[in-house]
């Protein structure tokens, strides 16, 4: 039985949190760290057996993202899992039916827990300079994958493919909440004084198309060629901070954060925020 919060329309499943949130929900005392004051509750208080199951997936996830870290992925099972918490395998899949559902909680868990940390970073910068809270995004992008390597490699694999697409919604649904950080910084810069981008009829029809469909899927407030320029910057972005986090640059470069300044800097040139690159550094 799903039960959804009344506030925020995250979602308890089987008494596994599904948090949707941004900057995090707190909803039951179970995203966002620390419990939740009687006026902040967004349901009635669970049953004692709700919470006893809710502090058992929390421990399970926890145990497996340890794992995760200190073994690779390749070694988050859950027979390890039933070993490292003292249960037998069969008791850990009567909260996971599967480790493919494990896996995917947990890149639902690290999407959240990014978006998190950037609008954290974000919110600390001057609303009214969308510049600079889009260069604060990604340097915060990058602090974060780079104090997370093994964590931010699982999200970059594909997704669980023994489950179905009903089965993988909350990871893309969460995998939008966290693109849409950017998505809403870019927005946002367009929104206040714009910048360069192609006529909608200088891009390819199947693009022009796609790029209609996710402004209005997802609500992005921007004319396709301006969301065509959103999506370049992302995947240059996303691909340079991969590449260091993973270990992909040591073949020809001793440290990562040259080149990614020297990335973002040309990010800022094709969205003309230069003014701001060295009052952001």
């Not at 900057?23 to 009687?38: D, K, L, N, W």
Request: hydrophobic share 40%.
């Amino acid at each position: 039985m799903t039960q959804r919060y009344r506030r925020c329309g995250c979602s308890l499943n089987g008494g596994a949190v599904s948090c949707a949130c941004t900057p995090g929900c707190r909803a039951a005392g179970y995203e966002g760290g620390g419990r939740v004051s009687p006026g902040e509750a967004h349901v009635a208080p669970y049953s004692r057996r709700e919470r006893l199951r809710i502090a058992t997936i929390r421990e399970i996830k926890d145990v497996a993202r340890t794992l995760l870290v200190q073994e690779g992925p390749e070694n988050v099972t859950i027979r390890a899992i039933a070993r490292e918490m003292g249960m037998t395998a069969p008791a850990v899949y009567r909260y996971f039916s599967s480790r493919d559902a494990l896996i995917l909680q947990l890149r639902v868990d690290i999407f959240a827990e990014m978006a998190r940390y950037m609008r954290g970073v974000i919110g600390q910068l001057p609303e009214g300079e969308p510049g600079r809270r889009l260069i604060g995004g990604a340097r915060a992008l990058r602090v974060w994958a780079i104090k997370h390597p093994h964590e931010f490699g699982l999200i970059l694999g594909p997704w669980a493919p023994g489950l179905g697409r009903e089965e993988t919604k909350p990871e893309r649904t969460m995998g939008w909440v966290f693109g849409s950080v950017f998505s809403d910084l870019v927005s946002d810069l367009w929104r206040v004084r714009g910048f360069p981008a192609p006529e909608e009829g200088e891009l390819e029809p199947a693009l022009a198309r796609q790029l209609g469909a996710l402004s209005e899927d997802q609500g992005v407030d921007m004319p396709p060629g301006a969301i065509a320029v959103m999506l370049r910057c992302w995947a240059r972005l996303y691909g340079v901070i991969s590449m260091e986090a993973l270990g992909h640059m040591s073949f020809g470069l001793s440290e990562g954060k040259s080149f990614f300044e020297f990335e973002l800097r040309d990010l800022c040139t094709m969205l003309d925020i230069t003014e701001f690159y060295d009052e952001a550094a």
